[in-house]
């Protein structure tokens, strides 16, 4: 599904990533650890598209070449990114961004679009899945949310959405426990053999309950380990130094 | 040199029904203003919209003379029901206030003997001298309207290189209420200056709601200068959302005469390539516990100017005044120019005053944001754009009303390319 060769990213000529390289098959849930500035924030935008980089090496996408495919093209092919820091978009309704956004993933897909009723019909049945109140949904995008509440509404536009490929950067940072576990159930519950996810975090907490398939230690922008899942237990012991 | 703006006294003369004082006053104004001209941008009133200027680029002929048309039909709202004034080319053509009590509310023509102060702004001075048309609207005490009211505003489509002159009169009287909705729809397709003047009485506990809204994008160069009194308690909005101009100024002053009126300016407009439109206001705070409240956003497009000078004046004794004012401005092009002058003038010492302003472009991490998740650039600058005018639109209190004006600025931002 995703293939990266000796990826080479640099921003403002300052190379981040120096030759990366990771597979991911479809129906697998790959975890990315390593400490900070190590370039796992610009491997997220570099797979979501976002400007400013300069590009090298290799990046496909169920064969594509994913540099030639704008950012808008990427989320219609089925890439999904949630932030770090989901941006806060004053005077924009939640549900009817969500609603544009659906309906255009549809229609490139050559689906059809969702009226209002159902439109709200799936985000209620998204909602109260992922045990998340509904009510925020009429607020402004992410205007005066907690941190727990913009991660949590990354989180349930993942799953309505649907995406074949979701990338979580750092979703996890800054959670309580109980938003912790809703950030983990809706991943667990979206997982099937066609689906990937890409998880980027600092900590082994959220791999207690999503169960990574492929643990990655990235440090100084490549890749220096790969592992099964406990690996991250053995970082969480020993840190990042020791392999680096 | 414009040809044909021939304005003498002989068409004051052949006015008819008017007094001898009436007709000083009018050829008094004539000469003012003959004497000043249109106003330039030496006039501080006028500084970054300079009249002269506009009106030599844009009109080689213009012509004040009288223009009497009428028209067949008007398409009226269906989005909610509502009680209507038709005005054509400025002059009352007709109303009708079917949800209303009778005796309540009393409508006519202007009354031309009404006296008003010499000032010294030119356009004020050419409408008092040349004003024959307008509107009076009286509301008596305690009477609430059930319904809003909306003007339609027309402009029928054989207006070309006129310049009209009307006046209008709105007295709201104790405990009253209305909501107006001012709806402009332009048939013509040429240029034209509209320059109208208009008094607003709130007597006390009385409550006018204002909306000014624009069907379509036209040629015309429009004026307005409100003057409005209000005493105690009163309280008085208005919701600017007028757009699709060539140029327009609209100049507010405000006198709150007795304590605890309130006073709201609220805009929220797009402005399309190459207009220009400004918002002038002057809030006389000059008795204590009054609150005034003005928030306007202005989205530019290329080649387009918005301005906005907002003065808040506190007399010694309006103490304990509550005054704001911020200005906001969404720059879509390095062309698009945004001109903001906050004035305060405060001789109290016990009021609370402040004021902003602030300008930008999109920002590039939100469009990234909202592409992220399947938009196109042109779908997300365009929510975006919506979003940055939504919170003065999320002030009008009426559902159904609130969603015609989303709709009309929606209409007005998704006709534009925003690359």
């Known amino acids: 599904m995703l293939e990266i060769k000796n990826l080479i990213a640099s921003i403002n000529n300052k190379k981040i990533l120096k030759g990366l390289n990771l597979k991911i098959k479809p129906g697998e849930l790959h975890a990315i650890m390593g400490p900070n500035g190590s370039g796992k924030s610009t491997l997220a935008n570099v797979l979501s598209g976002k400007n400013g980089y300069e590009i090298a090496g290799e990046l496909k996408f169920n064969g594509e070449n994913l540099k030639e495919i704008s950012v808008d093209s990427r989320a219609q092919k089925g890439i999904f990114l949630a932030f770090q820091y989901p941006l806060e978009i004053p005077g924009v309704n939640t549900n009817n961004f969500l609603k544009t956004s659906l309906n255009s993933i549809l229609k490139a897909k050559g689906k059809k679009e969702l009226d209002s009723i159902s439109f709200l019909k799936l985000v209620k049945e998204k909602s109260s899945e992922l045990g998340i109140d509904e009510k925020f949904l009429s607020r402004q995008l992410n205007v005066g949310f907690s941190g727990g509440e913009k991660k949590k509404n990354e989180i349930l536009q993942m799953k309505i959405l649907d995406p074949t490929l979701s990338i979580l950067d750092e979703t996890d940072s800054g959670l309580d426990i109980d938003a912790l576990k809703i950030i983990a159930n809706g991943v667990n519950s979206s997982r099937n053999n066609k689906k990937s996810f890409l998880v980027i975090t600092h900590y082994q907490r959220l791999l207690d309950y999503i169960k990574p398939d492929y643990v990655h230690v990235l440090s100084d922008g490549k890749i220096i380990k790969t592992g099964c899942s406990d690996l991250a237990e053995e970082l969480e012991k020993t840190g990042y130094t020791k392999l680096s | ?419």
């Open chain 2, 1 to 419: 040199m414009i040809q044909n703006l021939e304005i003498n006294s002989n068409q004051i003369s052949q006015m008819n029904k008017m007094s001898s004082k009436q007709r000083k006053f009018r050829i008094k104004n004539l000469e003012l203003f003959k004497k000043i001209g249109f106003p330039n941008k030496r006039d501080e009133d006028w500084k970054f919209s300079d009249f002269r200027e506009i009106v030599e680029k844009n009109f080689k002929t213009l012509d004040a003379t009288e223009i009497i048309s009428k028209i067949n039909k008007i398409k009226l709202i269906k989005d909610f029901e509502h009680n209507y004034i038709f005005l054509i080319n400025g002059n009352l053509d007709s109303s009708n206030f079917k949800y209303e009590e009778k005796g309540k509310i009393k409508i006519s023509s202007i009354n031309n003997e009404t006296e008003y102060q010499i000032t010294d702004n030119p356009l004020i001075c050419l409408n008092h001298a040349l004003a024959k048309h307008g509107y009076t609207l009286e509301i008596s005490k305690n009477y609430r309207f059930k319904k809003s009211l909306i003007i339609y505003n027309f402009f029928t489509k054989d207006i070309k290189n006129k310049i009209l002159n009307s006046k209008n009169f709105i007295k709201v009287s104790e405990n009253s209420e209305v909501h107006i909705i001012e709806y402009t729809i332009n048939e013509s397709k040429f240029k034209f200056i509209n320059n109208v003047f208009e008094n607003i009485i709130l007597e006390k506990n009385a409550k006018l709601r204002n909306l000014s809204i624009q069907n379509n994008q036209s040629e015309g160069f429009f004026h307005k200068h409100l003057k409005n009194k209000q005493y105690n308690k009163s309280d008085y909005s208005n919701f600017i959302f007028s757009s699709g101009l060539k140029f327009n100024k609209i100049d507010i002053e405000c006198d709150l005469l007795e304590e605890n009126c309130k006073c709201n300016i609220l805009s929220g407009v797009f402005l399309n390539n190459e207009e220009h439109q400004e918002i002038k206001t002057l809030i006389n705070h000059l008795a204590p516990n009054c609150l005034s409240y003005q928030r306007v956003k202005k989205v530019l497009s290329a080649e387009s100017k918005g301005v906005y000078q907002g003065k808040i004046y506190v007399k010694n004794i309006a103490q304990k005044t509550n005054a704001y004012q911020l200005s906001k401005a969404l720059l879509l092009h390095d062309s698009s120019e945004f001109n903001s002058k906050p004035e305060l003038e405060i001789y109290a010492d016990d009021v609370k005053c402040s004021h902003g302003s602030t300008s930008g472009s999109i920002d590039d991490d939100s469009i990234h944001y909202l592409m992220t998740r399947g938009l196109k650039k042109e779908d997300a600058a365009k929510l975006l754009i919506k979003g940055f005018l939504n919170d003065v639109v999320e002030l009008i209190k009426s559902n159904s009303i609130k969603n015609f004006v989303q709709s009309k600025i929606e209409e007005h931002v998704n006709g534009h390319r925003t690359d």
